[in-house]
T-cell receptor
Framework: GNSVTQMEGPVTLSEEAFLTINCTYT??????LFWYVQYPGEGLQLLLK?????DKGSNKGFEATYRKETTSFHLEKGSVQVSDSAVYFC?????????????FGKGTHLIIQP | DSGVTQTPKHLITATGQRVTLRCSPR?????VYWYQQSLDQGLQFLIQ???????AKGNILERFSAQQFPDLHSELNLSSLELGDSALYFC??????????????FGPGTRLTVL
């Protein structure tokens, strides 16, 4: 079946530090990959996505590249801010048929200290 | 604001009871998805409706059911509630029936507490 693995944290960084949150996946088909962010007390917001190998998704300074050879979609940001504190979810949707819902990782709690 | 609305925001009920959660998709979206977020299971896909018809099923219990109405809003019915059903229930919507470019947009969620 499909699965997504990501570090759960919490990950604590200082403001302006470099961020990497690792995400690896297994899928039966050829998935699309997503990063969603959940701020305290809110729903999930789409941060970025990539639909095919070597695609790079980017938004608000965050980037992630779809690496089929390593089945990875790591999230990076060059300089984090306190406002980036949130829970980040890596997710996939398999195009190989079957259920069309998203498969999520457990989420990574990111804390940015001033 | 994603444009997806969910009511109520909070719901507190007792074991054995039945509740209904409501979701209105973004304008123009035909698909509605339901997800459950709990501490032990994480975020799990429950079910998808597309233009009034069930499209895909995930880890939905038999005690749970859903439907999508002609105006495209959806309801998730949870019956014979157990303590373990306490969770955040999210609704998401998308334009199409699925596929690599069919992005899902999430509502703010309904927090269900079963006492």
């Amino acid at each position: 079946g499909n699965s997504v693995t990501q570090m759960e944290g919490p990950v604590t960084l200082s403001e302006e530090a470099f961020l990497t949150i690792n995400c690896t996946y297994t899928a039966t088909g050829y998935p699309s990959l997503f990063w969603y962010v959940q701020y305290p007390g809110e729903g999930l917001q789409l941060l970025l996505k990539a639909t095919k190998a070597d695609d790079k998704g980017s938004n608000k300074g965050f980037e992630a590249t779809y690496r089929k050879e390593t089945t990875s979609f790591h999230l990076e940001k060059g300089s984090v801010q306190v406002s980036d504190s949130a829970v980040y979810f890596c997710a996939l949707r398999d195009s190989g048929g079957g259920a069309d819902g998203l498969t999520f990782g457990k989420g990574t709690h990111l804390i940015i200290q001033p | 604001d994603s444009g997806v609305t969910q009511t109520p925001k909070h719901l507190i009920t007792a074991t054995g009871q039945r509740v209904t959660l409501r979701c209105s998709p973004r304008s123009g979206d035909l698909s509605v998805y339901w997800y459950q977020q709990s501490l032990d299971q994480g975020l799990q896909f429950l079910i998808q409706y597309y233009n009034g018809e069930e499209r895909a099923k995930g880890n939905i219990l038999e005690r749970f059911s859903a439907q999508q109405f002609p105006d495209l809003h959806s309801e998730l019915n949870l019956s014979s509630l157990e303590l373990g059903d306490s969770a955040l229930y999210f609704c998401a919507s998308s334009v199409g029936s699925g596929g690599p470019t069919d992005t899902q947009y999430f509502g703010p969620g309904t927090r269900l507490t079963v006492l």
